[in-house]
């Protein structure tokens, strides 16, 4: 069983249009998070959710809206794609006090055209 | 600058070779780093980690910190082919927003 698993896996759009990535873990995790990763590798957090909590927003455009319908679940929503916003979505779980232990997904490569 | 600094790499080396992968910060806040593993199209997987300053070993693995330096490594021994990877640096000051160096593409060429 995969434990952190995201949907899909590729994702090629137009601008403008709005696409959604979904995200489960299966760990029992309290806490989720969406990271970004340029195409220099560099990782970058963009939010993460707590108990269905927002707990960090890192100066994400607010194109962006996370939503977590329970806490095996954080999803990633994106309105008016731009292609600056071609990159790979990463969805990692982690305990609450072992955030240094983050279990990642395999990502979604968003490519915007 | 950044406030984790990580060498760019590539780094390529022979099988069996020692490798050393190096990070540098600036945030002396952070407590907690972290290496992680990333193969090609695949997301990151969490190596080692340690807490504060002082050497962790895990077989092949070991993660040394020198906080007063601002500087983490880590020593690869015996490198295989299967550790061609990008390796990435972490670190945290205990709450819950972690922040990555930039990548260290290493190849072990057998």
């Known amino acids: 069983d995969t434990a952190v698993s995201q949907t899909p896996k590729y994702l090629v759009t137009q601008m403008g249009n709005d696409k959604s990535i979904k995200c489960e873990q299966n760990l029992g995790h309290d806490t989720m998070y969406w990271y970004k990763q340029d195409s220099k590798k560099f990782l970058k957090i963009m939010f993460s959710?707590?108990?269905?909590?927002?707990?960090i927003n890192e100066t994400v455009p607010n194109r962006f809206s996370p939503k977590s319908p329970d806490k095996a679940h954080l999803n990633l929503h994106i309105n008016s794609l731009e292609l600056g916003d071609s990159a790979v979505y990463f969805c990692?779980?982690?305990?609450?006090?072992?955030?240094?232990?983050?279990?990642f997904g395999q990502g979604t490569r968003l490519t915007v055209v | 600058q950044k406030e984790v600094e990580q060498d760019p790499g590539p780094l390529s080396v022979p099988e069996g070779a020692i490798v050393s992968l190096n990070c540098t910060y600036s945030n002396s806040a952070f407590q907690y780093f972290m290496w992680y593993r990333q193969y090609s199209r695949k997301g990151p997987e969490l190596l080692m980690y340690?807490?504060?300053?002082g050497n962790k070993e895990d077989g092949r693995f070991t993660a040394q910190v020198d906080k007063s330096s601002k500087y983490i490594s880590l020593f690869i021994r015996d490198s295989q082919p299967s550790d061609s990877a990008t390796y990435l640096c972490?670190?945290?000051?205990?709450?819950?927003?972690?922040?990555f160096g930039t990548g260290t593409k290493l190849q072990v060429i057998p």
């Open positions: 340690t807490y504060s300053s």
């Open positions: 972490a670190m945290s000051g205990g709450y819950q927003k972690v922040t």
């Open positions: 990692a779980s982690s305990q609450v006090e072992m955030n240094t232990e983050a279990f």
């Open positions: 959710y707590n108990n269905k909590e927002l707990i």
